[in-house]
Protein backbone atom coordinates (compact mmCIF):
# COMPACT_ATOMS: atom_id res chain seq x y z
CA UNK A 1 0.00 0.00 0.00
CA UNK A 2 2.92 2.27 1.04
CA UNK A 3 4.70 1.52 -2.93
CA UNK A 4 1.10 2.44 -4.43
CA UNK A 5 0.78 5.51 -2.50
CA UNK A 6 4.12 6.70 -3.46
CA UNK A 7 3.25 5.31 -7.30
CA UNK A 8 0.84 8.13 -7.43
CA UNK A 9 2.05 10.42 -5.39
CA UNK A 10 4.87 10.16 -8.52
CA UNK A 11 2.23 10.57 -11.26
CA UNK A 12 0.55 13.51 -9.62
CA UNK A 13 3.98 15.40 -9.63
CA UNK A 14 5.32 14.33 -12.77
CA UNK A 15 3.14 15.34 -15.82
CA UNK A 16 5.11 12.49 -17.91
CA UNK A 17 7.27 10.40 -16.14
CA UNK A 18 10.67 9.53 -17.41
CA UNK A 19 10.28 5.79 -17.54
CA UNK A 20 7.12 6.30 -19.57
CA UNK A 21 9.65 7.56 -22.68
CA UNK A 22 10.24 3.93 -23.66
CA UNK A 23 8.05 0.89 -23.92
CA UNK A 24 10.54 -1.88 -22.50
CA UNK A 25 13.47 -1.27 -20.57
CA UNK A 26 16.48 -3.51 -20.26
CA UNK A 27 17.44 -5.80 -17.08
CA UNK A 28 20.33 -3.41 -16.28
CA UNK A 29 17.90 -0.47 -16.38
CA UNK A 30 15.44 -2.17 -14.14
CA UNK A 31 18.03 -3.44 -10.91
CA UNK A 32 19.67 0.09 -11.41
CA UNK A 33 16.21 2.46 -11.21
CA UNK A 34 15.63 3.85 -7.74
CA UNK A 35 12.33 2.02 -7.25
CA UNK A 36 10.36 -0.89 -9.46
CA UNK A 37 7.45 0.61 -8.86
CA UNK A 38 7.68 3.16 -11.33
CA UNK A 39 7.80 0.33 -14.35
CA UNK A 40 5.47 1.20 -17.08
CA UNK A 41 4.78 -0.31 -20.36
CA UNK A 42 2.86 2.48 -22.74
CA UNK A 43 2.89 6.46 -22.51
CA UNK A 44 -1.04 6.38 -22.45
CA UNK A 45 -1.61 5.94 -18.72
CA UNK A 46 -4.65 6.61 -19.32
CA UNK A 47 -5.51 3.42 -21.57
CA UNK A 48 -3.57 1.00 -19.18
CA UNK A 49 -3.73 0.32 -15.55
CA UNK A 50 0.06 -0.10 -14.62
CA UNK A 51 0.92 -2.16 -11.11
CA UNK A 52 4.24 -1.60 -9.02
CA UNK A 53 5.99 -4.57 -8.97
CA UNK A 54 6.76 -5.27 -4.98
CA UNK A 55 10.05 -5.86 -3.68
CA UNK A 56 9.36 -9.54 -2.68
CA UNK A 57 7.19 -10.59 -6.04
CA UNK A 58 9.82 -12.89 -8.44
CA UNK A 59 6.88 -12.46 -10.96
CA UNK A 60 9.65 -10.01 -13.22
CA UNK A 61 12.23 -12.63 -12.66
CA UNK A 62 10.38 -15.23 -15.73
CA UNK A 63 10.99 -12.47 -17.85
CA UNK A 64 14.34 -12.04 -19.88
CA UNK A 65 15.99 -9.05 -20.58
CA UNK A 66 13.04 -6.93 -20.84
CA UNK A 67 9.81 -6.53 -18.99
CA UNK A 68 6.65 -4.85 -19.02
CA UNK A 69 3.82 -5.05 -17.26
CA UNK A 70 0.62 -3.44 -18.04
CA UNK A 71 -3.40 -4.64 -18.39
CA UNK A 72 -6.12 -3.03 -20.46
CA UNK A 73 -9.09 -0.92 -18.88
CA UNK A 74 -10.96 -2.60 -21.47
CA UNK A 75 -10.69 -5.71 -20.61
CA UNK A 76 -13.53 -8.44 -19.25
CA UNK A 77 -11.86 -9.14 -16.33
CA UNK A 78 -12.55 -5.36 -13.84
CA UNK A 79 -13.25 -6.84 -10.54
CA UNK A 80 -11.23 -4.78 -7.67
CA UNK A 81 -8.43 -7.32 -6.94
CA UNK A 82 -4.78 -6.36 -6.26
CA UNK A 83 -2.63 -6.23 -9.28
CA UNK A 84 -0.17 -9.24 -6.95
CA UNK A 85 -3.60 -11.41 -6.80
CA UNK A 86 -4.42 -11.20 -10.12
CA UNK A 87 -0.69 -12.44 -11.43
CA UNK A 88 -1.20 -14.97 -8.73
CA UNK A 89 -4.53 -16.09 -10.66
CA UNK A 90 -2.74 -16.38 -13.85
CA UNK A 91 -4.73 -13.54 -15.59
CA UNK A 92 -1.90 -11.01 -15.15
CA UNK A 93 1.62 -12.07 -15.81
CA UNK A 94 4.85 -10.09 -16.83
CA UNK A 95 5.42 -11.15 -20.47
CA UNK A 96 8.70 -10.79 -22.23
CA UNK A 97 9.21 -8.59 -25.64
CA UNK A 98 7.61 -10.32 -28.48
CA UNK A 99 11.27 -11.46 -30.01
CA UNK A 100 11.70 -13.47 -26.90
CA UNK A 101 10.53 -17.59 -26.83
CA UNK A 102 9.77 -18.44 -23.69
CA UNK A 103 6.69 -19.43 -21.75
CA UNK A 104 4.31 -16.35 -21.08
CA UNK A 105 1.04 -17.67 -19.84
CA UNK A 106 -0.10 -19.92 -17.26
CA UNK A 107 -3.33 -19.69 -16.74
CA UNK A 108 -4.38 -22.81 -18.78
CA UNK A 109 -2.08 -24.89 -16.69
CA UNK A 110 -3.63 -23.82 -13.72
CA UNK A 111 -6.94 -25.00 -14.72
CA UNK A 112 -5.69 -28.33 -15.30
CA UNK A 113 -5.09 -28.94 -12.10
CA UNK A 114 -8.08 -28.78 -10.90
CA UNK A 115 -9.53 -32.02 -9.71
CA UNK A 116 -6.38 -33.92 -9.36
CA UNK A 117 -4.84 -35.11 -6.16
CA UNK A 118 -2.39 -33.15 -3.97
CA UNK A 119 0.79 -35.50 -5.19
CA UNK A 120 -0.31 -35.40 -8.56
CA UNK A 121 -0.53 -31.38 -8.00
CA UNK A 122 3.09 -31.43 -6.63
CA UNK A 123 4.72 -33.41 -10.16
CA UNK A 124 2.76 -31.87 -12.54
CA UNK A 125 3.90 -28.40 -10.77
CA UNK A 126 7.75 -29.47 -10.97
CA UNK A 127 7.11 -30.99 -14.39
CA UNK A 128 6.14 -27.54 -15.39
CA UNK A 129 8.42 -25.77 -13.82
CA UNK A 130 11.54 -28.13 -15.12
CA UNK A 131 10.07 -27.89 -18.69
CA UNK A 132 9.76 -23.44 -18.20
CA UNK A 133 13.23 -23.75 -17.15
CA UNK A 134 14.68 -26.08 -20.11
CA UNK A 135 12.34 -24.11 -22.25
CA UNK A 136 14.38 -20.53 -20.82
CA UNK A 137 18.31 -22.47 -21.01
CA UNK A 138 17.38 -23.72 -24.55
CA UNK A 139 15.53 -21.23 -26.21
CA UNK A 140 16.75 -19.37 -28.79
CA UNK A 141 15.91 -16.14 -27.23
CA UNK A 142 18.53 -15.81 -25.02
CA UNK A 143 22.35 -16.32 -25.40
CA UNK A 144 22.91 -19.39 -24.28
CA UNK A 145 20.17 -20.91 -26.13
CA UNK A 146 21.61 -19.26 -29.73
CA UNK A 147 25.31 -20.41 -28.75
CA UNK A 148 24.42 -24.32 -27.56
CA UNK A 149 22.32 -24.55 -30.88
CA UNK A 150 25.09 -23.04 -32.73
CA UNK A 151 27.12 -25.65 -30.89
CA UNK A 152 24.98 -28.75 -31.59
CA UNK A 153 25.01 -27.51 -35.31
CA UNK A 154 28.57 -27.35 -35.38
CA UNK A 155 28.70 -30.75 -34.15
CA UNK A 156 26.69 -32.60 -36.57
CA UNK A 157 29.20 -31.06 -39.65
CA UNK A 158 32.20 -32.08 -37.45
CA UNK A 159 30.08 -35.68 -37.23
CA UNK A 160 29.17 -35.53 -41.17
CA UNK A 161 32.60 -34.59 -42.13
CA UNK A 162 34.13 -37.26 -39.58
CA UNK A 163 32.41 -39.79 -41.88
CA UNK A 164 33.39 -38.63 -44.97
CA UNK A 165 37.09 -38.72 -43.55
CA UNK A 166 36.45 -41.83 -42.37
CA UNK A 167 35.28 -43.51 -46.00
CA UNK A 168 38.66 -42.07 -48.09
CA UNK A 169 40.44 -44.14 -45.55
CA UNK A 170 38.45 -47.39 -46.45
CA UNK A 171 39.01 -46.70 -50.14
CA UNK A 172 43.15 -46.23 -49.54
CA UNK A 173 43.15 -49.21 -47.62
CA UNK A 174 41.11 -51.35 -48.80
CA UNK A 175 41.21 -50.42 -52.59
CA UNK A 176 40.73 -53.91 -53.88
CA UNK A 177 38.83 -55.20 -51.19
CA UNK A 178 35.28 -53.84 -49.83
CA UNK A 179 35.01 -53.37 -45.86
CA UNK A 180 31.13 -53.47 -45.62
CA UNK A 181 31.20 -52.98 -41.69
CA UNK A 182 33.32 -49.33 -42.16
CA UNK A 183 31.17 -48.42 -44.91
CA UNK A 184 28.16 -49.09 -42.99
CA UNK A 185 29.62 -47.26 -40.73
CA UNK A 186 30.50 -44.47 -42.50
CA UNK A 187 26.55 -43.94 -43.54
CA UNK A 188 25.02 -44.48 -40.68
CA UNK A 189 27.22 -41.32 -39.53
CA UNK A 190 26.11 -39.18 -42.32
CA UNK A 191 22.57 -40.34 -42.07
CA UNK A 192 22.68 -39.42 -38.28
CA UNK A 193 23.97 -36.43 -39.03
CA UNK A 194 21.70 -35.50 -41.47
CA UNK A 195 18.47 -36.50 -39.87
CA UNK A 196 19.83 -34.81 -36.46
CA UNK A 197 20.49 -31.41 -38.03
CA UNK A 198 17.03 -31.55 -40.29
CA UNK A 199 14.91 -32.61 -36.72
CA UNK A 200 16.30 -31.77 -34.21
CA UNK A 201 18.01 -29.22 -35.23
CA UNK A 202 14.90 -27.58 -37.36
CA UNK A 203 12.37 -28.18 -34.33
CA UNK A 204 14.56 -26.57 -31.39
CA UNK A 205 14.98 -23.69 -33.48
CA UNK A 206 11.47 -23.11 -34.72
CA UNK A 207 9.14 -25.78 -33.06
CA UNK A 208 9.08 -24.03 -29.67
CA UNK A 209 6.97 -21.04 -30.88
CA UNK A 210 3.76 -19.99 -30.37
CA UNK A 211 2.86 -20.57 -33.92
CA UNK A 212 -0.44 -22.15 -34.68
CA UNK A 213 2.02 -24.87 -36.67
CA UNK A 214 4.89 -26.04 -35.18
CA UNK A 215 8.03 -28.15 -37.04
CA UNK A 216 7.33 -30.79 -38.71
CA UNK A 217 9.83 -33.01 -40.38
CA UNK A 218 7.20 -33.44 -43.33
CA UNK A 219 6.40 -30.30 -44.27
CA UNK A 220 6.44 -29.86 -48.16
CA UNK A 221 6.44 -26.57 -49.81
CA UNK A 222 6.12 -25.06 -46.53
CA UNK A 223 8.97 -22.44 -45.29
CA UNK A 224 9.76 -20.16 -48.48
CA UNK A 225 11.01 -20.74 -51.99
CA UNK A 226 14.75 -20.87 -50.85
CA UNK A 227 14.20 -23.05 -48.14
CA UNK A 228 12.29 -25.10 -50.42
CA UNK A 229 15.02 -25.48 -53.09
CA UNK A 230 17.77 -26.28 -50.52
CA UNK A 231 15.60 -29.30 -49.00
CA UNK A 232 14.78 -30.73 -52.71
CA UNK A 233 18.58 -30.62 -53.15
CA UNK A 234 19.69 -31.75 -49.91
CA UNK A 235 17.38 -34.84 -49.89
CA UNK A 236 18.17 -35.24 -53.25
CA UNK A 237 21.31 -35.85 -52.82
CA UNK A 238 20.75 -37.86 -49.59
CA UNK A 239 18.62 -40.24 -51.94
CA UNK A 240 21.61 -40.72 -54.47
CA UNK A 241 24.07 -41.27 -51.75
CA UNK A 242 21.91 -43.34 -50.14
CA UNK A 243 21.13 -46.01 -52.83
CA UNK A 244 25.06 -46.25 -53.49
CA UNK A 245 26.01 -47.17 -49.95
CA UNK A 246 23.81 -49.64 -49.85
CA UNK A 247 25.27 -51.26 -53.23
CA UNK A 248 28.51 -50.68 -51.55
CA UNK A 249 27.41 -52.80 -48.61
CA UNK A 250 25.45 -55.51 -50.20
CA UNK A 251 28.29 -56.03 -52.54
CA UNK A 252 30.87 -56.01 -49.93
CA UNK A 253 28.70 -58.99 -47.91
CA UNK A 254 28.18 -61.22 -51.19
CA UNK A 255 31.32 -60.44 -53.02
CA UNK A 256 34.01 -59.62 -50.31
CA UNK A 257 36.41 -59.36 -53.22
CA UNK A 258 34.50 -56.20 -55.45
CA UNK A 259 36.49 -53.58 -56.10
CA UNK A 260 35.51 -50.13 -54.71
CA UNK A 261 37.44 -47.62 -57.02
CA UNK A 262 36.19 -46.36 -60.25
CA UNK A 263 37.30 -46.74 -63.14
CA UNK A 264 37.49 -50.46 -62.70
CA UNK A 265 35.33 -52.57 -64.96
CA UNK A 266 33.67 -54.47 -62.36
CA UNK A 267 33.28 -51.53 -59.91
CA UNK A 268 30.61 -49.45 -58.65
CA UNK A 269 30.39 -45.98 -60.86
CA UNK A 270 30.94 -44.17 -57.43
CA UNK A 271 33.54 -44.58 -55.16
CA UNK A 272 32.77 -44.56 -51.05
CA UNK A 273 34.47 -41.36 -51.13
CA UNK A 274 32.53 -39.43 -54.10
CA UNK A 275 29.37 -41.23 -51.84
CA UNK A 276 30.30 -39.58 -48.66
CA UNK A 277 30.92 -36.76 -50.39
CA UNK A 278 27.36 -36.41 -51.86
CA UNK A 279 25.78 -36.63 -48.52
CA UNK A 280 28.04 -34.33 -47.35
CA UNK A 281 26.81 -31.80 -49.75
CA UNK A 282 22.63 -32.80 -48.74
CA UNK A 283 24.22 -32.20 -44.98
CA UNK A 284 25.49 -28.66 -45.60
CA UNK A 285 21.99 -28.17 -48.24
CA UNK A 286 20.33 -29.19 -44.94
CA UNK A 287 21.96 -26.75 -42.62
CA UNK A 288 21.89 -23.89 -44.94
CA UNK A 289 18.48 -24.43 -45.19
CA UNK A 290 17.95 -23.70 -41.50
CA UNK A 291 18.96 -20.15 -41.69
CA UNK A 292 16.60 -19.83 -44.81
CA UNK A 293 13.42 -20.97 -43.24
CA UNK A 294 10.42 -18.68 -42.99
CA UNK A 295 9.03 -19.88 -39.68
CA UNK A 296 6.15 -16.71 -40.22
CA UNK A 297 4.73 -18.57 -43.12
CA UNK A 298 3.35 -21.47 -40.49
CA UNK A 299 0.61 -19.13 -39.26
CA UNK A 300 -2.16 -21.02 -41.26
CA UNK A 301 -5.12 -22.89 -40.52
CA UNK A 302 -5.65 -26.18 -41.74
CA UNK A 303 -7.60 -25.77 -44.91
CA UNK A 304 -4.92 -23.73 -45.64
CA UNK A 305 -2.49 -26.28 -44.71
CA UNK A 306 -4.42 -28.70 -47.28
CA UNK A 307 -4.42 -26.69 -50.08
CA UNK A 308 -0.68 -26.53 -49.88
CA UNK A 309 -0.16 -30.10 -51.03
CA UNK A 310 -2.80 -29.96 -53.70
CA UNK A 311 -1.70 -30.83 -57.48
CA UNK A 312 -2.69 -27.34 -58.82
CA UNK A 313 -0.63 -25.56 -55.98
CA UNK A 314 2.22 -27.47 -56.67
CA UNK A 315 1.76 -27.09 -60.56
CA UNK A 316 1.44 -23.32 -59.69
CA UNK A 317 4.55 -22.60 -57.56
CA UNK A 318 6.49 -24.88 -60.13
CA UNK A 319 4.90 -22.31 -63.33
CA UNK A 320 5.95 -19.24 -61.14
CA UNK A 321 9.28 -20.56 -60.32
CA UNK A 322 9.66 -20.98 -64.15
CA UNK A 323 8.36 -18.20 -65.22
CA UNK A 324 10.73 -15.93 -62.82
CA UNK A 325 13.83 -18.17 -64.02
CA UNK A 326 13.39 -17.61 -67.98
CA UNK A 327 12.45 -13.54 -66.87
CA UNK A 328 15.77 -13.25 -64.89
CA UNK A 329 18.16 -15.02 -67.89
CA UNK A 330 16.34 -12.62 -70.49
CA UNK A 331 16.63 -9.43 -69.38
CA UNK A 332 20.18 -11.01 -68.10
CA UNK A 333 20.74 -11.49 -71.99
CA UNK A 334 19.57 -7.91 -72.77
CA UNK A 335 21.66 -5.57 -71.10
CA UNK A 336 24.88 -7.79 -71.64
CA UNK A 337 23.10 -7.49 -75.21
CA UNK A 338 22.90 -3.60 -74.99
CA UNK A 339 26.13 -3.12 -73.44
CA UNK A 340 28.20 -5.10 -75.90
CA UNK A 341 26.82 -4.87 -79.24
CA UNK A 342 30.47 -4.18 -80.61
CA UNK A 343 31.08 -7.70 -79.76
CA UNK A 344 27.76 -9.04 -81.35
CA UNK A 345 28.61 -7.50 -84.75
CA UNK A 346 32.02 -9.93 -84.19
CA UNK A 347 30.53 -12.87 -83.11
CA UNK A 348 28.59 -12.58 -87.08
CA UNK A 349 32.03 -12.01 -88.35
CA UNK A 350 33.37 -15.40 -86.75
CA UNK A 351 30.41 -17.18 -87.32
CA UNK A 352 30.42 -16.27 -91.05
CA UNK A 353 33.78 -17.47 -91.42
CA UNK A 354 32.90 -20.66 -89.93
CA UNK A 355 29.80 -21.26 -92.36
CA UNK A 356 32.05 -19.99 -95.36
CA UNK A 357 33.17 -23.42 -95.67
CA UNK A 358 30.12 -24.83 -96.47
CA UNK A 359 27.78 -21.82 -97.63
CA UNK A 360 30.29 -19.58 -99.45
CA UNK A 361 27.71 -18.25 -101.63
CA UNK A 362 25.23 -17.61 -99.37
CA UNK A 363 27.84 -16.09 -97.04
CA UNK A 364 29.00 -13.65 -99.22
CA UNK A 365 25.44 -12.28 -100.76
CA UNK A 366 23.59 -11.67 -97.23
CA UNK A 367 26.86 -9.38 -96.02
CA UNK A 368 26.71 -7.59 -99.74
CA UNK A 369 23.32 -7.41 -99.18
CA UNK A 370 22.67 -6.36 -95.91
CA UNK A 371 25.95 -3.99 -96.10
CA UNK A 372 24.07 -1.98 -99.41
CA UNK A 373 21.07 -2.18 -97.18
CA UNK A 374 22.65 -0.56 -94.16
CA UNK A 375 24.39 1.99 -95.70
CA UNK A 376 21.02 4.20 -96.50
CA UNK A 377 20.79 3.99 -92.70
CA UNK A 378 23.33 7.21 -92.66
CA UNK A 379 21.30 9.14 -95.16
CA UNK A 380 19.94 12.87 -94.33
CA UNK A 381 22.43 12.72 -90.95
CA UNK A 382 19.94 10.91 -88.85
CA UNK A 383 23.17 11.68 -86.03
CA UNK A 384 22.36 15.72 -86.24
CA UNK A 385 18.30 15.87 -86.73
CA UNK A 386 17.04 12.58 -84.94
CA UNK A 387 14.99 11.49 -88.45
CA UNK A 388 15.58 7.39 -86.63
CA UNK A 389 13.88 8.27 -83.89
CA UNK A 390 10.62 5.88 -82.80
CA UNK A 391 8.66 7.60 -79.94
CA UNK A 392 7.13 4.13 -78.73
CA UNK A 393 10.44 3.00 -77.78
CA UNK A 394 9.93 5.18 -74.79
CA UNK A 395 8.32 3.57 -71.68
CA UNK A 396 8.79 0.13 -74.37
CA UNK A 397 8.96 -2.97 -71.77
CA UNK A 398 12.41 -3.91 -73.12
CA UNK A 399 13.40 -0.30 -71.62
CA UNK A 400 11.55 -1.18 -68.59
CA UNK A 401 13.50 -4.88 -68.29
CA UNK A 402 17.02 -3.49 -68.46
CA UNK A 403 16.29 -1.21 -66.00
CA UNK A 404 14.80 -3.58 -63.35
CA UNK A 405 17.93 -5.06 -63.77
CA UNK A 406 19.75 -2.33 -61.71
CA UNK A 407 16.30 -1.69 -59.85
CA UNK A 408 16.97 1.89 -61.18
CA UNK A 409 14.84 4.76 -59.81
CA UNK A 410 14.46 8.38 -60.28
CA UNK A 411 15.00 11.13 -57.83
CA UNK A 412 14.61 15.12 -57.56
CA UNK A 413 15.80 17.36 -55.27
CA UNK A 414 13.01 19.89 -55.58
CA UNK A 415 9.44 19.86 -55.85
CA UNK A 416 8.91 22.20 -58.65
CA UNK A 417 9.40 19.35 -61.43
CA UNK A 418 10.32 20.45 -65.20
CA UNK A 419 8.26 23.25 -66.56
CA UNK A 420 8.34 22.22 -70.60
CA UNK A 421 8.04 25.79 -71.29
CA UNK A 422 11.82 26.15 -70.58
CA UNK A 423 14.94 24.92 -71.88
CA UNK A 424 16.80 22.31 -70.01
CA UNK A 425 20.57 21.14 -69.87
CA UNK A 426 21.31 18.00 -67.74
CA UNK A 427 24.54 17.50 -67.35
CA UNK A 428 25.84 13.93 -66.43
CA UNK A 429 28.77 13.01 -63.66
CA UNK A 430 30.58 10.66 -63.83
CA UNK A 431 30.45 9.07 -67.22
CA UNK A 432 31.90 5.85 -65.19
CA UNK A 433 32.45 3.04 -67.63
CA UNK A 434 28.86 2.87 -69.78
CA UNK A 435 26.84 5.44 -68.54
CA UNK A 436 23.56 2.93 -69.42
CA UNK A 437 21.22 4.62 -66.94
CA UNK A 438 21.36 8.15 -68.81
CA UNK A 439 19.50 6.32 -71.25
CA UNK A 440 17.71 4.09 -69.71
CA UNK A 441 16.49 6.50 -67.07
CA UNK A 442 15.41 9.24 -69.29
CA UNK A 443 13.21 6.59 -71.35
CA UNK A 444 11.68 3.95 -69.03
CA UNK A 445 8.13 4.48 -68.13
CA UNK A 446 8.33 5.66 -64.64
CA UNK A 447 9.78 8.85 -66.49
CA UNK A 448 7.07 9.17 -68.50
CA UNK A 449 4.64 9.08 -65.31
CA UNK A 450 6.37 11.61 -63.45
CA UNK A 451 7.13 14.28 -66.45
CA UNK A 452 5.32 13.22 -69.30
CA UNK A 453 5.99 13.73 -73.15
CA UNK A 454 9.56 15.41 -71.95
CA UNK A 455 12.10 13.42 -73.10
CA UNK A 456 16.17 15.14 -73.28
CA UNK A 457 17.90 14.14 -76.25
CA UNK A 458 21.08 12.43 -75.03
CA UNK A 459 24.24 13.53 -76.87
CA UNK A 460 26.76 10.94 -77.13
CA UNK A 461 30.40 10.54 -78.68
CA UNK A 462 30.82 11.05 -82.23
CA UNK A 463 32.50 7.82 -82.97
CA UNK A 464 29.35 5.69 -81.25
CA UNK A 465 27.40 6.91 -84.27
CA UNK A 466 29.42 5.41 -86.55
CA UNK A 467 29.73 1.72 -85.62
CA UNK A 468 26.72 -0.58 -86.40
CA UNK A 469 24.05 -1.63 -83.97
CA UNK A 470 25.71 0.84 -81.15
CA UNK A 471 24.86 4.28 -82.96
CA UNK A 472 21.09 2.06 -84.14
CA UNK A 473 20.36 1.81 -80.19
CA UNK A 474 21.34 5.72 -79.59
CA UNK A 475 19.26 6.52 -82.80
CA UNK A 476 16.44 4.85 -82.12
CA UNK A 477 15.88 6.03 -78.51
CA UNK A 478 16.36 9.69 -80.14
CA UNK A 479 19.85 9.96 -79.45
CA UNK A 480 22.21 12.19 -81.12
CA UNK A 481 26.24 12.94 -81.57
CA UNK A 482 27.71 15.80 -79.44
CA UNK A 483 28.96 18.44 -81.28
CA UNK A 484 28.11 22.25 -80.69
CA UNK A 485 25.44 23.30 -84.07
CA UNK A 486 24.18 20.22 -82.98
CA UNK A 487 23.68 20.70 -79.35
CA UNK A 488 21.95 24.07 -80.09
CA UNK A 489 19.81 22.90 -82.93
CA UNK A 490 18.82 20.22 -80.78
CA UNK A 491 18.09 22.46 -77.57
CA UNK A 492 16.15 24.60 -79.90
CA UNK A 493 13.80 21.66 -81.68
CA UNK A 494 13.86 19.40 -78.83
CA UNK A 495 13.53 21.89 -75.87
CA UNK A 496 16.11 20.00 -73.57
CA UNK A 497 19.43 17.72 -73.89
CA UNK A 498 21.50 15.53 -71.87
CA UNK A 499 25.26 15.41 -72.01
CA UNK A 500 28.09 14.02 -70.02
CA UNK A 501 30.97 16.88 -69.76
CA UNK A 502 33.77 14.80 -68.26
CA UNK A 503 33.69 12.17 -70.95
CA UNK A 504 36.56 9.36 -71.45
CA UNK A 505 38.78 11.52 -68.48
CA UNK A 506 36.16 10.58 -65.93
CA UNK A 507 36.12 6.56 -67.70
CA UNK A 508 39.73 6.40 -66.87
CA UNK A 509 39.33 6.92 -63.27
CA UNK A 510 36.12 4.85 -62.98
CA UNK A 511 36.91 1.71 -60.37
CA UNK A 512 34.26 -0.10 -58.47
CA UNK A 513 36.30 -0.55 -55.44
CA UNK A 514 37.31 3.37 -55.05
CA UNK A 515 34.65 5.22 -52.80
CA UNK A 516 35.52 8.09 -54.42
CA UNK A 517 34.33 9.46 -57.59
CA UNK A 518 36.10 11.89 -59.81
CA UNK A 519 34.18 14.87 -61.59
CA UNK A 520 36.31 16.55 -64.02
CA UNK A 521 35.80 20.09 -64.10
CA UNK A 522 38.08 21.00 -67.20
CA UNK A 523 34.94 21.64 -69.54
CA UNK A 524 32.88 24.27 -69.51
CA UNK A 525 31.59 24.58 -73.07
CA UNK A 526 28.07 23.67 -72.68
CA UNK A 527 27.75 26.23 -69.83
CA UNK A 528 28.88 29.21 -72.12
CA UNK A 529 26.48 28.15 -75.03
CA UNK A 530 23.89 27.72 -72.54
CA UNK A 531 23.97 31.59 -71.79
CA UNK A 532 24.71 32.46 -75.29
CA UNK A 533 21.22 30.82 -76.64
CA UNK A 534 19.18 32.61 -73.41
CA UNK A 535 20.36 35.70 -74.79
CA UNK A 536 19.58 34.95 -78.63
CA UNK A 537 16.21 33.33 -78.21
CA UNK A 538 15.03 35.06 -74.99
CA UNK A 539 13.93 32.35 -73.17
CA UNK A 540 14.73 31.09 -69.75
CA UNK A 541 18.02 28.32 -70.01
CA UNK A 542 18.73 25.74 -66.63
CA UNK A 543 21.71 23.32 -65.75
CA UNK A 544 20.37 20.60 -63.59
CA UNK A 545 23.00 18.39 -62.77
CA UNK A 546 23.11 15.05 -62.63
CA UNK A 547 24.40 12.05 -60.27
CA UNK A 548 24.20 8.48 -60.55
CA UNK A 549 24.96 6.80 -57.63
CA UNK A 550 26.34 3.15 -57.66
CA UNK A 551 26.70 3.25 -61.52
CA UNK A 552 30.71 3.07 -61.05
CA UNK A 553 30.24 -0.54 -59.61
CA UNK A 554 28.67 -1.92 -62.45
CA UNK A 555 31.71 -2.79 -64.23
CA UNK A 556 35.60 -1.97 -64.09
CA UNK A 557 37.71 -1.65 -67.10
CA UNK A 558 41.13 -4.29 -67.96
CA UNK A 559 43.51 -2.56 -65.19
CA UNK A 560 46.40 -0.43 -67.54
CA UNK A 561 48.56 2.06 -67.01
CA UNK A 562 46.53 5.77 -66.45
CA UNK A 563 49.39 7.49 -68.23
CA UNK A 564 48.87 5.05 -71.39
CA UNK A 565 44.94 5.40 -71.72
CA UNK A 566 45.06 9.31 -71.13
CA UNK A 567 47.67 9.11 -74.64
CA UNK A 568 45.15 6.79 -76.57
CA UNK A 569 42.17 9.21 -75.92
CA UNK A 570 44.14 12.03 -76.53
CA UNK A 571 45.44 10.57 -80.00
CA UNK A 572 42.83 8.45 -81.28
CA UNK A 573 39.56 10.85 -79.80
CA UNK A 574 38.78 7.65 -77.66
CA UNK A 575 39.92 5.36 -75.23
CA UNK A 576 40.88 1.89 -76.76
CA UNK A 577 41.78 0.22 -73.70
CA UNK A 578 38.09 -0.90 -73.72
CA UNK A 579 37.88 -4.48 -71.93
CA UNK A 580 35.53 -3.99 -69.81
CA UNK A 581 34.25 -6.66 -66.76
CA UNK A 582 31.71 -6.93 -64.25
CA UNK A 583 29.85 -9.81 -62.42
CA UNK A 584 31.41 -13.26 -61.92
CA UNK A 585 34.00 -11.73 -63.84
CA UNK A 586 32.39 -12.20 -67.05
CA UNK A 587 33.43 -9.49 -70.03
CA UNK A 588 30.54 -6.63 -70.33
CA UNK A 589 28.28 -8.23 -67.71
CA UNK A 590 27.55 -5.65 -65.31
CA UNK A 591 26.91 -6.22 -61.49
CA UNK A 592 23.59 -5.88 -60.63
CA UNK A 593 24.17 -2.48 -58.11
CA UNK A 594 20.54 -0.46 -57.54
CA UNK A 595 21.14 2.59 -59.29
CA UNK A 596 19.14 5.86 -57.66
CA UNK A 597 19.67 8.90 -60.77
CA UNK A 598 19.58 12.23 -58.70
CA UNK A 599 18.63 15.20 -60.32
CA UNK A 600 20.05 18.44 -58.80
CA UNK A 601 18.01 21.15 -58.81
CA UNK A 602 17.90 23.46 -61.63
CA UNK A 603 20.52 26.73 -62.33
CA UNK A 604 18.94 29.07 -64.50
CA UNK A 605 21.34 30.75 -66.77
CA UNK A 606 21.92 34.10 -67.05
CA UNK A 607 21.50 35.32 -70.85
CA UNK A 608 25.00 36.76 -71.96
CA UNK A 609 25.82 37.08 -76.18
CA UNK A 610 29.49 37.00 -75.45
CA UNK A 611 30.30 35.79 -72.10
CA UNK A 612 33.57 35.67 -70.10
CA UNK A 613 35.59 32.88 -68.85
CA UNK A 614 35.08 34.41 -65.26
CA UNK A 615 31.48 34.85 -66.03
CA UNK A 616 31.01 31.28 -67.40
CA UNK A 617 33.16 29.66 -64.05
CA UNK A 618 30.49 31.91 -61.72
CA UNK A 619 28.03 29.76 -63.00
CA UNK A 620 29.95 26.87 -62.90
CA UNK A 621 30.37 27.07 -59.28
CA UNK A 622 26.52 27.27 -58.46
CA UNK A 623 26.21 23.82 -61.09
CA UNK A 624 29.03 22.14 -59.01
CA UNK A 625 27.11 23.41 -55.73
CA UNK A 626 23.64 22.14 -56.87
CA UNK A 627 25.57 18.68 -57.97
CA UNK A 628 26.97 18.46 -54.51
CA UNK A 629 24.12 19.17 -52.65
CA UNK A 630 21.95 16.56 -54.57
CA UNK A 631 24.69 13.88 -53.22
CA UNK A 632 25.14 14.93 -49.66
CA UNK A 633 21.30 14.95 -49.22
CA UNK A 634 20.59 11.87 -51.09
CA UNK A 635 23.56 10.27 -50.39
CA UNK A 636 22.27 7.93 -47.61
CA UNK A 637 19.18 6.94 -49.10
CA UNK A 638 21.01 5.57 -52.11
CA UNK A 639 22.97 3.65 -49.69
CA UNK A 640 26.24 5.25 -50.51
CA UNK A 641 29.03 3.63 -48.09
CA UNK A 642 31.19 5.84 -45.95
Known amino acids: QQQQQQHIQHQQTQETPASVSSRFMSESEFESSASAAHLFSLTDTEKYNVFPVEEDDDSHNNCSNNYYILEDKDSNNKDETSGKERRKEGSFICQPSPSKTLLSDTSGDETDLAGMSHRRQRNRRVSMLTTYQLTRVFALGNQRGNMMWRNFIGTQVVLSTSGVLGLWLVDVFFPQHNAPLLVLAGFVTLAAANFLTYGVGGGWAYGTTNNARKWRFFQPFVGGELFVLLQGI ?7 AAFYFFMHIFLGFTHPQYPTTFPSPKSIPLSVTSTGGIALLAHLSNVFSLFVYKSHLNDITSDQRANRLTLSVIVAKIV ?3 KDVLYSMARLVLVWLLLNLEKVIIMFFVASLLLCEFFPLTVVLTWTASGIGYMFTFANAPSVNGRRALKWLNGHWLVDMAASYFKLDIVLDFQEGFDKEQKYIFGYHPHSIVPISCLLSTRMARWGELFGDFHPVVLSSSVMHYVPLIRDMFQLLGGAEVS ?10 DGSVLLVPGGQKEMITSSSSSHQITIDTCHRGFVKL ?23 RILDNLPTPKS ?6 KTFQANIVYFPYGRFGIPGLPRPEEIT ?12 ENPTNEQVGLVYKRYLHSLVSAFETHKFDAGCEM
Open 234 to 240: AWACFGV
Open 320 to 322: ALA
Open 484 to 493: RHVFVDRLKS
Open 530 to 552: AMEHAAQSKEAVNLVPVFPFNES
Open 564 to 569: FQRFCT
Open 597 to 608: VVFGKPVKVPPK
